[in-house]
């Protein structure tokens, strides 16, 4: 398989630097600046054991400035933060070739339709991964934890994909496996998501932090309890058992990492809140299921973005 990835930030270099060693890949980058930078250093991954490589790999940028590769892909890994979905939707149209597939792991809700618009619902495979990633500098990351990626082929089509880039995510060393519920898949995500996303942001810490603080561990609660509610109106099936000691299993596994919704807060740009706890309080609402927590929490890092540039410190 022919694999572009669009998105450069911590998850894209991630995947791309895990890939590359097993699979023909190419990195879409937003800026010229740092496809050229990718492609005369390549990716800079510390991985889980401390150690650090560089992984050569192919690049190009959809700022164009040059023309994009055209119908040349047989699958696009979309990783992109969820207000740029739309645009990789269009990238993805013009890159794929005829029946390729786009695979979203992104955060959040509201990625597969945002896509499907642009490449249609059937080339949309839903997927979700638990690896974790922080960015250290443009092409520069940290693996910061393991964790299984999730796909969720709907058909015989996506199926066929699915099982290719199963076996290429296994060959790279990433536990992959295959669900058929892509709703149970996505909302298993967005718990998760939910809990840490908007408390790792708020309090500025890593993600090991909120499972040692009690006041963060009640805030995670009641976020689930909520959003648990929320789902189980929407007929949606939840994993099993509590989810409260699932997420504080994945704070302890990722300790040391800064979620997502912190590292775009330390570097001032818009955060994936109103996909996630925005998404659960927006759905509750229109199901007559209050999320007051959630909706408060969305409010907030709406808020710290907003405010910003007059931040005291």
Not at 295 to 305: F, G, I, K, N, S
């Amino acid at each position: 398989m022919d694999i572009v990835i669009i998105g450069s930030g911590a998850m894209g270099c991630l995947f791309a630097a895990l890939l590359a060693p097993v699979a023909r890949i190419s990195l879409c980058c937003r800026s010229g600046n740092q496809a050229q930078l990718v492609c005369a250093r390549g990716v800079a991954l510390e991985a889980l054991d401390g150690q650090r490589r560089k992984q050569p790999l192919a690049a190009f940028s959809s700022d164009g400035q040059e023309p994009l590769p055209q119908a040349a892909f047989d699958a696009a890994i979309v990783l992109v933060k969820t207000p740029d979905t739309g645009a990789a939707g269009q990238l993805a149209a013009r890159l794929l070739r005829e029946g390729g597939m786009a695979l979203t792991l992104q955060n959040g809700l509201g990625n597969r339709e945002a896509l499907a618009a642009h490449v249609g619902a059937a080339r949309v495979l839903v997927g979700s991964t638990a690896q974790a990633s922080t960015l250290l500098a443009p092409a520069e990351v940290r693996h910061a934890g393991a964790g299984v990626t999730m796909l969720a082929p709907q058909d015989a089509a996506q199926r066929a994909c699915a099982q290719q880039l199963q076996a290429l995510f296994q060959a790279a060393g990433m536990a992959c496996e295959l669900t058929e519920d892509a709703d149970a898949l996505l909302w298993a995500k967005l718990l998760v998501n939910a809990a840490i996303n908007p408390l790792g942001a708020l309090l500025r810490v890593p993600n090991g932090a909120l499972a040692e603080n009690d006041d963060a561990r009640a805030l995670m609660a009641q976020v689930l309890a909520e959003a648990q509610t929320v789902a189980r109106a929407l007929g949606v099936a939840l994993p099993e058992g509590d989810a409260l000691e699932r997420v504080l299993g994945v704070c302890q596994r990722t300790a040391a990492n800064h979620c997502s919704m912190l590292q775009d807060v330390q570097r001032g740009r818009a955060t994936e809140i109103d996909a996630i706890n925005g998404s659960i309080a927006r759905l509750g609402a229109e199901a007559g299921v209050p999320a007051p927590c959630n909706a408060t929490l969305a409010q907030l890092v709406r808020a710290l973005h907003s405010t910003a540039k007059t931040a005291l410190f």
